[in-house]
């Protein structure tokens, strides 16, 4: 603060305070303020850097982590499916015009129905479709085996009682691969079971096949698509919309046990992160908000000796605030490369896949940090204007 | 002397001490919440997903081949077995009955439905030209039936269990809701005792029936007290009470199968393992543990000749789902407990920073090191608990309030909780002043006195 003795006159205080070198020695004082104090500066930086990182990670994460939990939730499988209307077959490009409206990302599946008959006049549900992607659609479905060559089929743990000619065996691994015969409308097929289906549900009484060898049998297409398809209410809404005059010949219905569920599921897990982030990111600001306010008033002799030299009230507000504003900035920018590292890491232990980096959250880190580092500079400020700085600078 | 010293610290500096003290309460109380909501989140999740529906499923041991496509079965009536309804509320004496939310069983009936008298000529002329009578399957089932086992009294059916249901009662109730009693508390599902039934959505526009009508089922006249939305198969079918499902087909006490929906554990190594194969301590555990496949199991016991088996689409994913928000919580609240011990620290170091002149002057009096310290320490642990148990109070308030709002149930907070929090609090406090208490210690008397900070 040394130099601040060598100007002589208010007058020249005056010129100074107009010209360039006005500046250059305000900024001084800023740095010098730094370098002297920097155990003091460094411990404000650091409160504010821990709460830009915890902010900018809280945020990434609301944002990130409902597109995650969606993606999980499509492990339930598909959440609309097509049907013809009144048992008809789908149209032969109804599987494009489903694409074409909802991505090639997104998953969807083609089934087509038969009923067949056992060689002792049973009927059993066979079903033709992509094997492939009937298993992406539905991870959950438990297979000792899936098949690998056309004309193989997956049958359900039921109907293999039915069909398969030794039914104590359906325990044994590998599964008993002995051929069957089922006949529809008087064709024939010998059908090599590859594997054992159990879900729990309607798909253990059917048999699937592979759509080819399906449609050469029975002649039957596809008469249902189920998709899974992603995003939030209101998108699947308008995809539906765009995909109903492209196939007035078939119903599209939201599966609501699926997407009630997941609605019901995410609100409230977002809810609770709202909660969860809140109160995080108001504690992290309240940290700030004590350290700051703890080194604005340690400094209370520095303001008083410039008051004492004759600094203007602008002056030393603009100081202070200007101090403020630098400690925020900064911390904002290292805070935030943090927080994404945060983000990004919970994101793979949690989720096994990396929270995508949010840059649009940067502008509200960096006001939020702004913003209380000045109301932590200005509130001990406004506390000691009244008081003489002779009473500072004497101790008391 | 000491306590003296410390009594007239926290008398003459209230306002600094409240501070300090405002910012432990605070501390305390957000992690005394979200350590609330963190250990309660995966029971109040698991829940939530219980809206997916039932994840379990009982059929009759010797069950025959469903043949159905779209909804339509395609089976003959009198084929298959049967479980006895008399059986069902054995479900409630299982091992982990508590863990049971609910169960409806389901009766499947082919019937034909046809015009009734009260159509009007024009519905009944389309019905000549048309199809004439139609084949719909007719599934019985509880709605929100009254069941007792021994002393408990419950209530369960599809109203639980399968959540997405809707039922409109047409416009011809909306309007004057309070009209009858029974059927404005219900909004359109039929009681279990009644002869109404529920007509799916889709069979509903086909038939030109709203609710209110009367439809003919296999010759009886029965009035449609709603329409149903499910989404499914169901909006093609008719959904009834059990006892008259049980009556159309002449079977009484007749149940075809009983979806359960249970709260699990999710999966791990022992939950797949075949209980067959297990050491008696180790089927112990596995018995003892709500996973889907010991509850199947203990089902499968309570019910004579029948089979239970996990509904794969639903059992299977909600572990993966309850585990990924349990640890993501978990995460979090490290890191609330993180910024929270960060500003009691801060605040606590600010707070002993600014009483240098008094260090000073204790020190230029003869007190040693260790004197001073241990007031500082005292005043600390004073703060520290004082702060944690406002904290912990108001913590288990807000921690009351998310659970209310978000979960509209409560969230409970262990008794075990209130001594964790109060040691963390003490140790965050102490872990705060000890480096400010250090400078303050070490710092030259003579400086302090002439204010040279």
Known sequence: MGSISTLHSPKQVAERRAGAHHASMFVRMLIRAAVLRRRRAAAALLAMVVAAAVATAMMNLYV???????SEFRNYGANLVVVAKDGQSLPADAMAKVESVFGEKTLAVAFAYAVARTKDGQSVVVVGTDFARARQLNPWWKVSHWPDASGEALVGMRAAAVVS?????????????????????GKAIQIV????LQTGAGEDSRIYLDRSAFENWTGITPSTIEIAANGTAAEIESSIRRLTPLLPAAEIRPVRQIMEGEANVLNKTRATLYAAATLVVLTSALCVLATLIGWVFDRRRDFAIMKALGASERLVNSFFAAEAAALGVVGAIFGFVIGIGVAAWIGRVNFHAPVVPRFSVFPYVLAGSIAIALVSAILPIVLLRGVQPAIILRGE | MFPRLVYESFRHQTRRKLLAGIAITLGVAVATAMIAVATDIGDKINRELRSYGANLLITPQEDTLDVEVGGVNLKPPSDGAYLSEADLPKIRGTFWHHNIVGFAPMLPVPVKVGASAKDTSKDAAKNVAGDGDKDVTLVGTYFNKQLSFGKEEFTTGVRITHPWWKVSCGDARD???GQSEGSATNFGWPNDDSQDILVGERLAAR????????????????????????????????????ALAQQILGKPGAVRRVYVSALTKPPDALSARDPKTM?????????CSPYVESIAYQLQEAIPHSHAEQIRQVAQNEGTVLSRIKGLMLLITFAALFASALAVSAAMATAIYERRVEVGLMKALGAGNVAVSAIFFAEALLLAVAGGIVGFSVGALLARQIGRSIFNSQIAIEPVLFPIIIAI????????????IRRAVKFDPVFALRGEG
């Open chain 1, 64 to 70: 990130d982590v409902q597109a995650k939990l969606r």
């Open chain 1, 165 to 185: 000619a030794n039914p104590q065996g359906l325990d044994r691994h590998p599964f008993d691969r002995q051929p069957f015969e089922l006949t529809f409308q």
């Open chain 1, 193 to 196: 079971p590859a594997g054992l």
């Open chain 2, 175 to 177: 309007g004057a809701p």
């Open chain 2, 207 to 242: 038939l030109h029936k709203r609710a209110g009508d009367t439809l003919e089922v296999s010759g009886r006249p029965l009035t449609i007290s709603g329409i149903l939305s499910t989404g499914g198969n169901e909006d093609n079918q008719i959904v009834a009470p059990l």
């Open chain 2, 279 to 287: 050491t008696p301590e180790v089927y112990d555990r596995w018995y």
């Open chain 2, 425 to 436: 609090a003490v140790f965050v406090t102490f872990a705060g002043s000890v480096a400010a």
